[in-house]
């Protein structure tokens, strides 16, 4: 078995696990993080792009509040590209309890998050398709914020100073030695080969997942998977983001992220972390809980559902207790103090507004375990070169613009609903080498638009399999898998616009193209490390 050694181990390719990493190596650690997928393929990936400025935990989670706030003002220094600077509103509809505004202003008081009673015709000025009958518009410093871009950020500027990567790396098992984790066996998803990282400290930072991680050295680890599901509408029906004004329950958010709106989210414990299907009646609440917000809003069209899980711990809750009303805050479970076995730590709860400040706690616990003391400078170091400035939402139209006046070519365009470029493409498939289209997804936002993949993937999928030497089989087993998973979050939203775009698709990969006819499309299940590929 292939060996390599580090001293600070983390596992997890997720917001979390990158602030750890990245902070670890600002502290001077060699340090390497693995991940079973691809970065942010869980649950950083699967939410709803809110950069949270408190106001939602205000009543019911202060401590997290108060959290949120000063997280908030950090990372808008440390990944601007990252973050749209929206605003946010808490706003009272017909159907909220007027008397809760003034418990929310006294609270964000309270808990220090900046809150502005403004006039309602202020609001419905900026957002046209508003509720008329709303009576009271909070205004706070919500932000939107593209988890991808993010973590590619983080990873990034991880790489530059020094820190390591292994995707598709699956913990398998670990070695201890008197009674301290020494080592990880980790299998290469990829190509089946083991090796085994030698390491001073692992730091777990799986999320939903981190039962399993630390069950591999016979720890109990009780996180509660709370499955929340979103829908992508077709445009961006608001500008800012847009929040109830009312104890926090499902579908009662509207985030503006990119080219989409999204409205979210429910909040149902699930058993596996894994396995969780998107139900009907989850479809049919939050449309009818957007109607409350933007009357007409089941007409627009609903683009996309998909559904994250929330690592949620509290060890004192109770097997009956929802999801819900589980604490958002962080905690770091020392597995010497628990249970006897040095070397690991594990990170549970928390929410990526918070990623930066559950990485410092976390490192600092490292630290503490291994004797020394080394100061935390994430909040000071931004992850980006100087001069970056925030997301807006024209950005990717002007950057391709001026390209192409600055070469006197034209840069073709593959994915005309998300504007991403040919250049785009070649570019970070050079850089990853990887196969997977999903993984250019991630990278560029390719095929999340209106068509879903139906024109820009088998262009994508061309010059991949040009670029990295594809066989033919594999390339078409690619595109397939790529088209299946688009597929998973269409299929609970087949009427109307979205039934006629799957009928084009359709009559392009298997009339036009024959894809049926090489790959058994109904036969590919999608594995979360898409292993196939």
């Not at 518009?137 to 990873?155: G, K």
Request: charged share 25%; proline share 4%; net charge negative.
């Amino acid at each position: 078995m292939r060996k390599q050694f580090t001293e600070i181990l983390v596992i997890g390719g997720g917001a979390t696990g990158l602030s750890a990493a990245r902070d670890a190596v600002l502290r001077g650690f060699k340090t390497l993080l693995i991940e079973k997928g691809d970065l942010a393929h869980g649950t950083s990936g699967r939410y709803h792009g809110l950069l949270h400025s408190g106001g939602r935990y205000v009543i019911s989670d202060p401590h997290s509040a108060r959290d949120c706030i000063a997280e908030n003002r950090i990372l808008r220094k440390l990944i601007p590209s990252a973050i749209e600077d929206t605003d946010g509103w808490f706003v009272t509809t017909p159907e909220d309890d007027p008397d809760y505004a003034d418990q929310f202003l006294a609270a964000c008081a309270k808990s220090g998050v900046p809150a502005e009673d403004v006039a309602v015709d202020v609001l419905l000025n900026k957002e046209r398709l508003l509720n008329p009958r709303i009576s009271r518009a909070i205004r706070v410093p919500d932000a939107a914020c593209d988890s991808f871009d993010a973590t590619h950020i983080l990873a990034n500027d991880l790489q530059a100073r020094g820190g390591k990567l292994l995707l598709r790396h699956e913990v398998i098992g670990f070695e201890t030695r008197r009674q301290k984790v020494c080592a990880a066996k980790v299998r290469n998803l990829l190509t089946d080969e083991e090796v085994l990282i030698e390491c001073s400290m692992v730091l777990n930072c799986t999320g939903a997942w981190a039962g399993h991680i630390a069950s591999l050295v016979g720890s109990e680890v009780k996180v509660t998977p709370g499955k929340g599901t979103m829908i992508a509408m077709n445009s961006r029906l608001v500008n800012t983001v847009i929040n109830r004004c009312k104890p926090p329950h499902d579908g009662d958010i509207l985030v503006p992220v990119g080219t989409v709106s999204v409205i979210g989210t429910t909040d149902i414990p699930v058993p596996s972390a894994d396995k969780y299907p998107i139900e009907d009646w989850e479809i049919e609440f939050l449309l009818n809980e957007g109607e409350v917000l933007i009357p007409g809003f089941k007409k627009y069209r609903a683009l996309r559902a998909w559904a994250g899980v929330r690592p949620l711990y509290d060890p004192s809750a109770g097997s009956d207790t929802e999801s819900r009303d589980l604490t958002r805050s962080h905690a770091v479970l020392d597995h010497e103090k628990r249970d006897g076995v040095g070397g690991l730590l594990t990170m549970v709860g928390g929410k990526f507004t918070t990623m930066r400040l559950m990485a410092e706690d976390l490192v600092d616990a490292a630290c503490k375990q291994l004797r020394t003391k080394r100061a935390c400078t994430t909040a000071e170091t931004p992850a980006e070169q100087p001069g970056s400035k925030h997301y807006y939402l024209s950005q990717r139209l002007a950057g391709w613009e001026n390209a192409s006046k600055a070469n006197d070519t034209v840069d073709p365009i593959i994915c005309e609903c998300e504007l991403v470029s040919e250049s785009r493409v070649r570019a970070k498939i050079e850089t990853s080498k990887s196969k997977v289209l999903n993984d250019l997804r991630r990278d560029t936002r390719l095929g999340m638009g209106p068509c879903q993949g139906g024109f820009c993937a088998y262009r994508a999928n061309g010059i991949a399999c040009e670029m990295l030497a594809q066989d033919p089989t594999d390339a078409q087993q690619t595109l397939a898998q790529f088209l299946q998973e688009r597929w998973k979050g269409q299929r609970n939203l087949l009427w109307d616009h979205n039934l006629r775009q799957l009928e084009l698709d359709q009559n392009i990969y298997r009339n036009l193209l024959g894809l049926d006819r090489s790959v058994d499309l109904d036969a590919i299940e999608i594995y979360p490390t898409e292993k196939t590929a």
